[in-house]
């Protein structure tokens, strides 16, 4: 084989080795880029998170969760879940958060919700007393939760960010009431007795508690401040 027949079979092989590097290289090129796409579109899950209509009702849909026993009652409570789809640019989102409670009376036939309105967003129930793993004990006595009611952040969602109202109720379901107004967040709720349920919550940089019993709905809840110690030098 002459020098000139071998430098052509080399730039032979040297081209059909570049188009197939190229060719490598224009699929990796197409499966980043669909990657990408696909996750710059892919529908995003948010929980707990209602969103804010502005300008117009945001497609929304109500589903009602799984029934569960109820300690110390016969009475059934599910979760009513909303679940609402909004885009921002290119992305689809879902913002699924509890809006209320159905309990159901067996013996009577009989539903009820815990409270009146479908609009606030309940962001954290405790089911008092509870085990240090938050798994409710059978002797339980009353329910607290911590209610979203108004987009206090203005990022045009109802989540744990905006300023919350602290309600309880029998387990049951019956008897809720709102024990404080505004709060930033609830940092303990306990029961001390029978008949003595403590919430401390925090207001800025501020501590409060509410005590209530949860036996005498019709008393009115103590509130008071609590006093900090001085912060270490």
């Known amino acids: 084989m002459t020098p000139r027949h071998v430098f052509a079979t080399i730039w032979r092989i040297n081209a059909i080795v570049l188009l197939i590097v190229g060719i490598l290289a224009t699929v990796v090129l197409i499966s980043t880029a669909f990657l990408f796409y696909r996750d710059a579109t892919r529908t995003r899950h948010a929980d707990g998170v209602a969103r804010v209509a502005v300008g117009g009702d945001v497609p929304s849909k109500a589903i009602l969760g799984n029934f569960e026993n109820l300690p110390k009652t016969a ?61 409710r004990r059978p002797n339980w006595v009353a329910s607290v939760y911590a209610v979203v009611v108004s987009d206090t952040s203005g990022d045009g969602t109802l989540t744990e960010s905006d300023q919350i109202q602290i309600a309880s109720s029998n387990p049951d379901g019956s008897n809720f009431r709102v024990l404080v107004e505004k709060a930033d967040r609830v940092n303990e709720a306990r029961l001390l007795a029978a008949d003595k349920v403590l919430v401390l919550y925090s207001v800025g940089a501020q501590m409060y508690g509410v005590e209530f019993n949860p036996q005498q709905p019709e008393a009115v809840p103590q509130r008071f401040e609590v006093t900090l110690p001085a912060a270490a030098r």
């Open 75 to 135: 009475v059934l409570r599910a979760p009513l879940r909303v679940t609402q789809s909004y885009s921002i640019g290119s992305v689809l989102k879902e913002a699924s958060s509890v809006r209320n409670y159905l309990f159901y009376e067996p013996n009577t036939r009989t539903t009820r919700w815990l409270k009146t309105s479908m609009e606030s967003v309940i962001v954290q129930t405790w089911s008092l007393p509870e085990d240090e793993s938050r798994e």
